[in-house]
């Protein structure tokens, strides 16, 4: 029975690779399956906008076509960036305000090189680049999870001298274990968390948490650039082609425009625009205020005994200058060209996850729509691997938060340019939303939900099949 699944997907996946033409690119054309045609653009992901970079770096570079002009944006961006905040009051008053109670002292403490944070590897070890959200798990007026009555929406481990930082967090494992259809076995790890030290009392009784790690932040202006039309021309809420795959956008509040806009960015698409998601992060992981976030991330409990007028740095804290620096420097971090996009393996992987249902939700291409502050961004042909779109991705996934549309078990899918680099700049491979996959492979076999079919379909590959599948995605 397993033999003859195998060989079903194998026919599967040869006349899939001799007929796939692209989500809307041109025909290949020769002899599809012994010697596909990939189209040359597929070698750089951003377009024109690449970076041929390929070093620690790669996440780090400046749209390739950035007006020279305009470069003393982007370093001026990138500085703002790197640097550490302070405490206030100081000399330094472009640069105080901290906390009082904080994730990182800078983006890059958590961002490094511009790229994924790691969860701790052992329970000893600090959760530097892995933050908590809190909240219940039904959401309060304004359409997210309530906050913890003590905590708020987020834990914050450091704080300022003189205030007591949040709590922390003891990470251990439990080993899953599986096998393949052809027998081979596997084992991941689900993580569990031990919140300890918490300095203001116990977290409220209905409250649940949402690990994530910070996610690379190159290739984010060219999200930005896609057109509503083309991402809600994705959409399949109720699941019209019985695919098994319903994704939907995440309408959410647009506090820079006002009104409502398409949530493209962080792990549940909770922000409609880099200015937005910029700036909410800066306020909430660093305790740094801005006209979109005025507020500290300080609870009512916790006023009572932190003084928080004493470490303001300024109303706001980040002027609207510095954050047009920060926004401009969000949208111009090009993503890295692909290494060996040709490699008979990786084009054989290529196919195989378009055949087994991966490319459903990891759209590999668009066209980006016009920008008017940013021409370099406008009518790129790019591959990054995401629709943006919310999905259901079961139960073993789910945290309980809900993000105004996206719900306990729902997540934005991220995009895969840049994957196979990871390890190379951020000195780790670990992968998803909380960090728990060391690598492509535990990834796939993490989906559940909407991703159920597709992994189950991965699982009764050959062990070369999969292997060209993993080869693709680190090429990616």
Request: proline share 8%; with cysteine; glycine share 12%.
């Amino acid at each position: 029975m397993v033999q003859s699944s195998l060989q079903v997907r194998s026919v599967l996946i040869a006349a899939f690779a001799a007929t796939w033409v692209g989500c809307g690119g041109s025909g290949s054309g020769g002899d599809a399956v012994s010697a596909p045609i990939v189209p040359a653009e597929e070698e750089f992901p951003g377009g024109s906008t690449t970076t041929a970079l390929i070093s620690q770096l790669s996440f780090s570079r400046p749209l390739s076509n950035l007006n020279l002009a305009e470069a003393d944006g982007f370093f001026i961006g990138s500085s703002l960036f790197d640097a550490p905040w302070v405490t206030a009051p100081s000399s330094v008053i472009s640069r105080d305000g901290l906390g009082p109670v904080f994730n990182a002292r800078a983006c890059s403490g958590c961002h490094p090189r511009d790229g994924r944070g790691a969860p701790p590897l052992t329970e000893t070890e600090a959760a530097l680049a892995l933050l908590f959200r809190l909240g219940h798990p039904t959401p309060g007026p304004s359409g997210v999870s309530a906050p913890d009555s003590v905590y708020g929406d987020q834990l914050q481990p450091a704080a300022v001298q003189g205030v007591d930082g949040e709590g922390n967090v003891a990470v251990g494992h439990i080993p899953v274990t599986g096998s393949y259809a052809d027998g081979t076995p596997f084992e991941l790890q689900r993580p569990v968390y031990d919140f300890v030290d918490l300095a203001y009392g116990p977290l409220d009784a209905e409250t649940v948490l949402s690990p994530r790690v910070a996610p690379a932040v190159f290739g984010l202006g060219l999200l930005a650039a896609i057109t509503e039309d083309d991402l809600l021309a994705l959409e399949d809420p109720d699941d019209a082609d019985g695919d098994g795959v319903s994704g939907r956008a995440n309408l959410v509040p647009d506090v820079v425009n006002g009104g409502t806009s398409i949530g493209r960015f962080g792990w549940k698409a909770g922000q409609p625009s880099l200015r937005q998601q910029s700036t909410a992060a800066f306020a909430g992981d660093i305790g740094i205020t801005s006209d979109e976030f005025p507020d500290d991330p300080v609870t009512d409990e916790q006023r009572g005994v932190i003084d928080v007028d004493r470490y303001d740095g300024g109303d706001p804290e980040l002027d609207a200058n510095a954050v047009g620096h920060v926004e401009f420097y969000m949208h111009t971090i090009a993503p890295p060209k692909r290494r060996a996009f040709r490699d008979a393996a990786i084009v054989e992987g290529r196919a195989t996850f378009r055949a087994i249902g991966c490319a459903e939700c990891h759209t590999p291409r668009f066209e980006t729509g016009v920008l008017a502050a940013f021409p370099e961004l406008s009518n790129q042909t790019i591959f990054p691997y995401t629709d943006l779109l919310l999905h259901d991705m079961g139960p073993d996934l789910a945290d309980g938060i809900v993000e105004h549309g996206a719900d306990g078990a729902e997540w934005r899918t991220p995009p895969l340019w840049g994957v196979g680099l990871v390890e190379a700049v951020d000195g780790h491979p670990r992968l998803m939303h909380g960090g728990r996959a060391r690598g492509v492979e535990e990834a796939i076999l993490w989906h559940g939900g909407e991703g159920e079919s597709a992994k189950q379909r991965f699982m009764e590959l050959t062990a070369a099949e999969r292997a060209a599948l993993i080869a693709f995605v680190e090429d990616l």
